[in-house]
């Protein structure tokens, strides 16, 4: 069968991924359905006047991701495995924060659509052979890291931890850090500890979407207040502080989820003051701290409080591996036992034998090297994100340049009814997170998205980008013909 592709050979990025990740867009598109032959090796090579090892590499890298499969004697052949079609039935029904959490999990691992929908980095990129040699180290103490952990964190682990958070300008001891098995986890813990069913809770809007489920879950009461670029409106999170007597104040002041942005410093400074003033305890998420790209983020909350009010939590799902499920809190000693009390009545500990395994990579300086490895990798795949933003969206979409994290913020006009662009661009093979998730005020005016960059290559990050904006080009023009409105788009 014919293939159309394109190659930009000025490009930086290399032909044979412009090949692989164009077969994917067509697979995923349904323009190549699963059991279509692929032209041969040299078929292609010799169409493309490119040589028979650039295509070589091009169908072993979709041979390895499980788009493709050869059969000796027969030839290459899209797998059957690719599913995109099986699934528009059952996902992109229920547009809350659940339903579409619970999408892009499925949509993640299925082989045939393109998903920039979970803030992640790629496996590709995972210091596999490093951390499993600091496990096998561990294969003399293995029968004591099989048995029960501290609740509170493998000592070793929370020793380490606090080095890190020394680097990261964040003094404490071992003492005060409790381990738990991810953010979401300490989160959960964190919340619970801080409130009582139906009290009010203050969240910026948008947020990230499983604090939304903890709140639905734990009966809570969520408030939101707008973001800009610099932080929280201060005038609204003063007026919402004294009236609302919220029993806690969820911020992400670095590289927020979903936005990317950073909370300036003098709104870090008024954030403090405010806390202190209408006594609110102030939940710090910097998950994505250690992902940045443009110099050392900003000094943390935790790092400028001087008055016990900052619960900080941090992990290692976005600097390191998030199937490690280990994540860490800052825990104001006024907190602590009640922490404690309830980690022991919710999953008791965590796996000895991971924190175990992390306290030595950390210790080996593993944490360090990958980062150097792959801070450059992702800032080239933000870059390429901006360029490629740049090049294909209609000028009436706007988004900002994330410093750090893996979300870019896309604004649209609102020239589709709610979920309409996410079923749409799903049925195209592309998935990203819908506006809907963030359960905001629904606007009239614009409607929102989250792209991430974090799992794709430059090849595929410009592949789904594209394709999104000719969804979004077409349906605004649909769209302003059925308004009857002329677009500038
Ligand atoms: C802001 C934020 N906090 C917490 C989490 C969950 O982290 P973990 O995987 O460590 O539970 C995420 C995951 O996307 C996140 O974006």
């Known amino acids: ?88 039935s059952s996902i992109g029904h229920c547009l809350t924060s659940d339903g579409i959490l619970s999408d ?11 998903s920039m929908a979970i803030a992640e980095p790629d496996s590709d990129l995972f210091p596999l052979d490093e951390f499993w040699a600091s496990l096998t180290r561990l294969r003399p103490k293995a029968a004591e890291l099989f048995g029960y952990t501290p609740p509170q964190g493998d000592p070793d682990l929370r020793v380490e931890v606090t080095h890190l958070l020394r680097d990261m300008g964040i003094g404490t001891t071992p003492d005060d850090v409790v381990i738990t098995s991810g953010v979401m986890h ?23 979407i499983g604090y939304l489920n903890i709140l639905r879950a734990q009966g809570l009461r969520p408030i939101p207040v707008p973001i800009h670029a610099d932080g929280p409106d201060l005038e609204q999170l003063e007026q919402l502080m004294a009236h609302e007597k919220p029993a806690l104040y969820y911020t992400i002041p670095n590289f927020h989820n979903p936005t990317g942005q950073v909370w300036s410093l003098a709104h870090r400074r008024k954030i403090l003051a405010l806390a202190e003033r209408y006594n609110c305890p102030i939940v710090e998420d910097d998950i994505y701290g250690l992902v940045s790209f443009d110099g050392s983020p900003m000094p943390t909350l935790r790092s400028m409080d001087d008055g016990n009010r900052v619960l900080y939590l941090n992990g290692f799902s976005k600097a390191l591996m998030p199937g490690l499920r280990i994540g860490y809190m800052v825990v104001p000693e006024q907190h ?10 919710n999953d008791l500990c965590g796996s000895g034998l991971n924190q175990r395994a992390l306290a030595h990579f950390l210790r080996d300086g593993g ?11 992702y800032r080239q795949r933000r870059n390429s994100a901006m360029n490629a933003l740049t090049r294909y969206m209609p000028s009436a979409v706007t988004w900002a340049r994330p410093k750090g994290g893996y979300s870019i913020w896309l604004t649209l006009p609102r020239y589709f009814p709610p979920g309409e662009l996410y079923r749409m661009a799903l049925q195209q093979g592309f998935v990203f997170t819908a506006g809907e998730a963030y359960e905001m005020d629904q606007d009239e005016e614009f409607e929102y998205l989250r792209l991430c960059f974090g799992n794709q290559t430059e090849e595929g990050i410009w592949a789904g980008v594209r394709l999104l904006s000719e969804i979004v080009r077409r349906e605004m023009v649909e769209g302003g013909r059925r308004n009857g409105e002329s677009l500038r788009a």
């Open 336 to 345: 602590k036992e009640d922490l404690l009390r309830l980690r022991r009545s």
């Open 186 to 208: 300490g989160l959960t813990l964190a919340t619970q500890a801080l409130t009582q069913p139906g009290d009010a809770v203050l969240i910026e809007e948008p947020t990230f």
């Open 104 to 114: 892009m999990f499925e949509v993640n691992k299925v082989i045939g659509v393109r």
């Open 367 to 377: 944490l360090k090297r990958h980062l150097r490895r792959i801070i450059p990798v």
């Open 1 to 88: 069968m014919a293939l159309s592709i394109e190659l930009n050979r000025s490009a930086k990025r290399s032909i044979y991924r412009q090949i692989a990740e164009q077969i994917k867009t067509q697979i995923s598109t349904g323009r190549l359905p699963a059991g279509s032959r692929l032209p041969t090796v040299r078929k292609l090579a010799t169409d493309m006047g490119v040589t028979r090892l650039t295509i070589q590499s091009a169908y072993g890298e979709l041979q390895a991701d499980g788009w493709i499969e050869s059969v000796v004697g027969r030839g290459t052949f899209v797998s059957e495995r690719v599913q995109p079609q099986t699934l528009h």
